[in-house]
Every structure is written in structure tokens, then in C-alpha cells.
């Protein structure tokens, strides 16, 4: 009961600080359970890391997840796990059932607006980012270009699950990189989990004709299980599973509120699902959250023994690659479809998102500090 207790109040701090994306998550676990506390070394937290690479899912909550596994079993796991998600579940959740999206307010309405220009900026650094780690060869950009433009006038789920087969099948097949350390003993793949997550992925949608609810939970299921890197790759993957159920303008206020909260991207799902169950927005925020976060979990417990001899062959390297470089794809799509229509709307919001890209980059300022002064810019023109 100690350790569950010492689990939840290290996590719950850091969820009410942890600022920055998943990049920046990892470097608070690490500074905290490594570093600080010694719950585990240097070489099991980097194991810890791969896993969470290779997998689907929210990459940084998936690592906590595992420390929290690691620290106190599935119970561990489980807590830690709720006590980093909440604050940003709750914060979301309550600006949901605020309905600032309608509201007349001249400030409120500069604030959604400077968050709006900022998306634009985020998620145009993290094409970029992305790019520059994921398509370093003549394969991979071949990939990331085919993607992009395939998903620029052909986008649906259907599409994007088959750019992303077919980026794995390429990947594995023409991508040359080679494991720098020996083949493992493979270990089984757990099966009880693994079972579960396929059979929600593909009863799911077929059951979701017959509830609203279930229909809901298929869609933020969906979108948590064919991700990979987790934060800003899901906004594709969500905006399609969603359809009409939610408007661009309220999905773009729930993504640039998700850059604005601490904690993990994924809590996004919080936002959507209070915003499009109105009837009990409660259940709908905690319903999307389960949901999306689901699949990410099972696959961790999946994979928790076997992940490492896998992921030295080199066919799984390399059709991970393909993949990789596709999701750049995904995000360089719905930033030119959905997130620059949606924020900029001037040769003024061009020069500032393209100011404010500049300058995080260059410059590596907290995202706190930026988002700040993007919603004081949306507040001063919006009077």
C-alpha cells in the first residue's frame, strides 16, 4: 500500500507540471525515477523507452505506465497511470463543459484564436522534427512524400490504415538498417492481453451501429491503437474516427488546449468526448479517455517480456521505419487540410505562425512561454 500510495503522489506531481509533450515527459521521468529516485537504472528505464517506441500508443504514458507496472504490478501501473493523466483530464473536462467554443466573450474568443494560430505553429515543428529523425534516406523521404500526397486528397481512416500496411511492407522490405546488438532468445507474447486489444480493434466498429456509446469509444479505440509516437501523430488518426460527430473548429480548440495543459497529448480525448456527449459530459470525457488510452496499455502488457528480442530483428526495424516515415505523412497532411485553414487567416497569421516557428526551434523556448504569448496576440487582435 506504500509503494501505491508513493506511486500516486510522485505521479500526480508530475502531472500537475509536466509541460513540453512527450519528448519532455521522458526527460521528467527519467530526471525523477532514475536520477532522484532509483526505482530503476539507466539501462531498464532506456528498455523501457524502446518498448514504448515500437509500440502504438502514447509513448510517455505508456513509459509511465511501465514504471508504475515495474514499481507495484498492474494495480502500480494502473495508478500511475491515473494519477499523471488526471490534472489534464480534469482541466479539459471542465473547459469542455464550459462551452468556450460559443462563447461572445472578446477575450475568451482572442484566447481561442491565439491558441488556434499557435496549433499551427506546433504542429508544423513537429512535422519538422519528425521528418528530420524519421526520413534520413532515399526510402524513407519516398515514403513520407507518397503519404502525404495520397492522404492529401484520399483521406480517410481506410486510407491512412492502408498507407500505414503498406509503409511497414516497403519499410521492411527496402529500408537496409541493421540491429547494432545480437538476436535474443524470443520470448512469448502474452496473450491474454494481446487477444483483447485485436478483438476490440475489429468487433468495435461493427458493434458501434448499435450505440451511441459504443460508437464513441470504437472511435477513440481506434485512433489509440494505430498510432505510433503518440502526442502530436493521434490529431490525424482522431480528426478521421470522429467524423462528423465533432466540428474542425471544436476539434482544433480541443488539440490547442491540450498543448496549453500538463500532461500527456492524449488527453485531448477528454475535451472531444465531454464536447460531443452533451448529454452526460462527464462520462463522455472519461469514456474518450479509457478509450484512447486503452489499446496503448494492453499492447504494454503484451509485449512487457518479449518486446527486446523483437525488436532486434532487423525486418520489425526496418518496417518500423516505413512507418515512421508515413506518419510524418499523416501530419504534414492534416496540417495543410485542417490546422492551417482553422488558424491562419492573414498574411499577418502566416508571418506570425512563421515567426513563431523560427523562433521555437531556434531558440528551444518552453512551450508554456509561447503559448502564452500566442493567446495574448489572439487577445490584442481580437480588440
Known amino acids: 500500500m506504500t509503494n501505491l500510495f508513493e506511486i500516486f503522489y510522485k505521479f500526480l506531481l508530475l502531472g500537475f507540471i509536466s509541460f513540453g509533450g512527450p519528448m519532455a515527459h521522458l526527460g521528467y521521468f527519467r530526471k525523477t525515477f532514475v536520477e532522484k529516485l532509483r526505482w530503476l537504472d539507466e539501462a531498464t528505464y532506456a ?12 509513448s510517455s504514458s505508456q513509459v509511465g505506465f511501465s514504471i508504475g ?6 494495480i502500480g501501473g494502473i495508478v500511475a497511470f491515473v494519477a499523471f493523466t488526471f490534472p489534464s483530464f480534469f482541466i479539459l473536462y471542465l473547459l469542455a463543459t464550459f462551452n468556450i467554443s460559443q462563447s461572445d466573450n472578446s477575450i475568451i474568443n482572442g484566447i481561442i484564436a491565439g491558441l488556434k494560430l499557435f496549433a499551427a505553429v506546433i504542429v508544423a515543428d513537429a512535422a519538422l522534427g519528425m521528418f528530420k529523425s524519421f526520413c534520413k534516406d532515399k526510402v524513407s523521404i519516398v515514403i513520407f512524400i507518397s503519404a502525404t500526397f495520397i492522404l492529401l486528397f484520399f483521406n480517410s481512416v481506410f486510407i491512412q ?31 491474454f492481453p494481446f487477444i483483447l486489444f485485436l478483438i476490440l480493434l475489429f468487433t468495435l466498429p461493427f458493434l458501434s451501429f448499435y450505440s451511441d456509446i459504443i460508437k464513441i469509444f470504437s472511435a477513440f479505440y481506434e485512433a489509440g491503437s494505430l498510432v505510433f509516437g503518440g502526442g502530436h501523430v493521434v490529431l490525424p488518426l482522431l480528426e478521421q474516427s470522429l467524423g462528423n460527430m465533432i466540428t474542425d473548429e471544436n476539434f482544433l480548440l480541443g488539440y ?3 498543448q496549453a495543459v500538463p500532461g500527456p497529448m492524449f488527453t485531448i480525448a477528454s475535451f472531444l468526448g465531454a464536447d460531443i456527449l452533451h448529454s452526460s459530459p462527464f462520462f463522455g470525457a472519461l469514456l474518450s479517455t479509457i478509450a484512447i488510452f486503452l489499446p496503448g496499455f494492453l499492447l504494454i502488457l503484451s509485449f512487457w517480456d518479449s518486446f527486446e528480442s523483437y525488436t532486434k530483428k532487423d525486418k520489425v526495424l526496418n518496417a518500423i521505419a ?12 492534416v496540417l495543410i487540410n485542417t490546422v492551417i485553414p482553422s488558424g491562419i487567416h492573414s ?29 495574448l496576440i489572439g487577445i490584442a487582435f481580437n480588440f
Not at 69 to 74: A, F, H, M, S, V
Not at 356 to 366: E, Q, S
Open 47 to 58: 528498455k523501457l523507452v524502446a518498448l514504448s517506441q515500437f509500440l502504438p500508443g502514447p
Open 69 to 74: 507496472l515495474k514499481r507495484g504490478g498492474l
Open 161 to 191: 490504415t492502408f498507407v500505414l500496411i503498406g509503409a511497414a511492407l516497403l519499410g521492411g522490405i527496402l529500408i537496409k538498417n541493421k540491429p547494432d546488438t545480437e538476436l535474443l532468445e524470443p520470448k512469448k507474447i502474452k496473450l
Open 256 to 258: 490547442s488546449l491540450a
Open 322 to 333: 516505413g512507418v515512421n516515415a508515413a506518419v510524418v505523412g499523416l501530419l504534414t497532411a
Open 347 to 375: 498574411y499577418l497569421d502566416f508571418a506570425l505562425a512563421a515567426f513563431g516557428l523560427y523562433v521555437l526551434r531556434k531558440f528551444k523556448i518552453p512551450v508554456l512561454y509561447m503559448i502564452t504569448v500566442f493567446i
